[in-house]
């Protein structure tokens, strides 16, 4: 009886075997590798640029790492300068210009250092008033084409940025990890806080020199600001397409995951080509809040995490001076100025050449202003005005 108990236990164990077997199977993801780290600089706002080639061609060109862009892109006059051949197309691209069609460079490979990747279609934009606004010429822009095909991680405290194969990825024990509802662009619920409590969906967008953007349409369907004792202030933003105005101000608290900013710079966008898409989307959270953190992009899982890093309490830009400058020609010149301003006030003219700040003569723009962001401090130009060199001086206000 014993030996029969045994057989049946040993056949019951035998034929059980395989379904309990394949019960515990699953497919176990292969662990990411890491490829390779490039060194990045941060421009004025925060925005990321990074030097990469194209296909043969020598020249190492300067690019802006943007989750903001649905693809990836070279600007038009580099295109021209390298004598690349392009294919036409009924596609468009929309940015604060308005639509336009674009042409294309098909199957084209993208070559960090140490890094090959290829199979990419590169559309063709004019990055023109990008290089003025940052006084270097901008060859591209690298978005969502790079980023789903990586594990991509940012950071900001040694400036460098990490590239690993799509896999099972480990975070930093310290952070949070992001859950955005990805398009080809990450969109992230957000709470702020301002006169009442806030709630929407906003892109996190690498390639925004800002803190936070609300759409006009969302600020006024929200009744966002309607209380604000004092400002907006008008200002000029530029990006994809063209220049426009915005009103600046700051909002009480803006929450990212876990973690809260006070007091923090805003602007808001009348945004008469929906490139925010409102209703779905209220604006966007730029890289001036997102450097503040080391960031891992994980498209493939649709998860982004952020751990606080050495920026997470540097002070925020409150200056407002109502001038905008580009650098054209070697020359860092007076776009406009806003009427009413301190730079209307202090005198300055659009065309005016500023030949030092505060007795600092090295030209270059993205000095000049980090310069102009101080508060509190009356700051002293030497201009060129029709040839004629002037001295000036204003004393930025602050935008609240």
């Known amino acids: ?22 019960a515990q199977e699953q497919f176990i993801e292969q662990p990411s590798r890491y490829l390779v780290s490039v060194p990045f600089k941060l421009l004025t706002g925060g925005v990321i640029l990074l030097k990469a080639k194209v296909n043969d061609y020598p020249d190492s060109l300067n690019f802006i790492l943007d989750t903001g862009s649905g693809g990836i892109s070279l600007d038009s006059s580099t295109v021209v300068r390298l004598g690349i051949t392009l294919q036409p197309s009924d596609k468009t691209i929309k940015g604060i210009g308005g639509l336009r069609k674009v042409s294309f460079l098909y199957n084209a490979t993208l070559k960090l250092p140490g890094l090959a990747t290829d199979r990419l279609n590169f559309h063709v934009n004019d990055y023109e008033i990008l290089s003025y606004v940052y006084g270097i010429p901008i060859d591209g822009i690298i978005g969502y084409s790079f980023f789903s095909r990586y594990i991509v991680n940012l950071n900001y405290d040694n400036l460098m940025m990490h590239v690993f194969t799509v896999g099972e990825y480990k975070y930093p024990a310290a952070g949070h990890t992001l859950r955005p509802m990805f398009t080809a662009l990450p969109i992230q619920e957000i709470r ?121 309490r540097d002070l925020f830009d409150y200056a407002y001076s109502g001038i905008s400058v580009y650098y054209i020609d070697g020359q860092v010149s007076v776009d406009d100025v806003v009427p009413g301003s301190p730079a209307d006030k202090a005198g300055f003219k659009k065309d005016d050449v500023i030949l030092s700040v505060n007795n600092d003569i090295s030209n270059n723009i993205q000095t000049y202003k980090t310069m102009m962001q101080t508060t509190g401090q009356r700051l002293s130009f030497v201009i060129l005005r029709n040839g004629i060199p002037m001295m000036m001086s204003m004393k930025p206000v602050k935008i609240y």
């Open 192 to 312: 702020f806080r301002d006169e009442g409590k806030y709630f929407g969906k906003f892109y996190l967008d690498t390639g925004a020199g800002l803190n936070f953007l609300l759409s006009e349409s969302y600020a006024r369907d929200s009744a966002v600001l309607k209380k604000k004792r004092r400002g907006p202030f008008i200002t000029q933003a530029e990006g994809l397409g063209g220049k426009t105005s915005m009103r600046i101000t700051t909002v009480k608290e803006v929450k990212i995951g876990p973690y809260r900013f006070r007091k923090v710079p805003s602007f808001v966008f009348k945004d008469e080509y929906n490139v925010t898409n409102y209703p779905q989307v209220g604006g966007l959270i730029g890289n001036d809040l997102m450097r503040r953190f080391n960031v891992t992009l994980n498209y493939t899982k649709q998860e982004i995490h952020i751990v606080p890093n050495s920026h997470f």
């Open 1 to 22: 009886m014993k030996a029969l108990l045994n057989i049946l236990l040993f056949s019951i164990l035998l034929f059980a075997a395989p379904t309990w077997v394949s």
